[in-house]
């Protein structure tokens, strides 16, 4: 999967709210946001860890609460926009904005 790592890195606001790019690591010792990276190809990411495994969507639905719990927001207001069998994934925060993209850039 390719990302184009746009003018704010990891975070870019859209019309449906806080636009976010995460790496993500299943199968980890603990559930942690691990602040940001940028990866071989350029792309600045949020990186992220969650204890469960990649089947089923249960890595991606333990993202999805890591990050809705680390800005405060409801879970139904995360969602995979893309990468679903990707390690890289954007995510979309409903609502979001330049607070929470610095809550997640604090992150680790």
């Known amino acids: 999967m390719?990302?184009?790592a746009g003018p704010s890195g990891?975070?870019?606001a859209t019309a449906k709210g806080l636009s976010v790019v995460v790496r993500l690591t299943p199968r980890a010792g603990r559930d942690a946001l691990q602040g940001l990276a940028t990866l071989?190809?350029?792309v600045e990411a949020v990186k992220?860890?969650?204890r469960?495994?990649?089947e089923g969507g249960a890595a991606n639905a333990a993202l999805i609460r890591l990050v809705a719990k680390s800005v405060g927001?409801?879970?139904s207001r995360v969602r995979l926009e893309r990468g679903a069998a990707s390690?890289?994934?954007r995510l979309v925060?409903?609502?979001g904005g330049l607070e929470m993209a610095e809550r997640l850039r604090r992150a680790d």
């Open 40 to 42: 071989d190809d350029g």
């Open 48 to 50: 992220a860890a969650v």
């Open 2 to 4: 390719s990302f184009k």
């Open 93 to 95: 925060i409903e609502g």
């Open 87 to 89: 390690r890289l994934k």
């Open 10 to 12: 990891a975070f870019a």
């Open 73 to 75: 927001v409801a879970a």
């Open 52 to 54: 469960a495994a990649p």
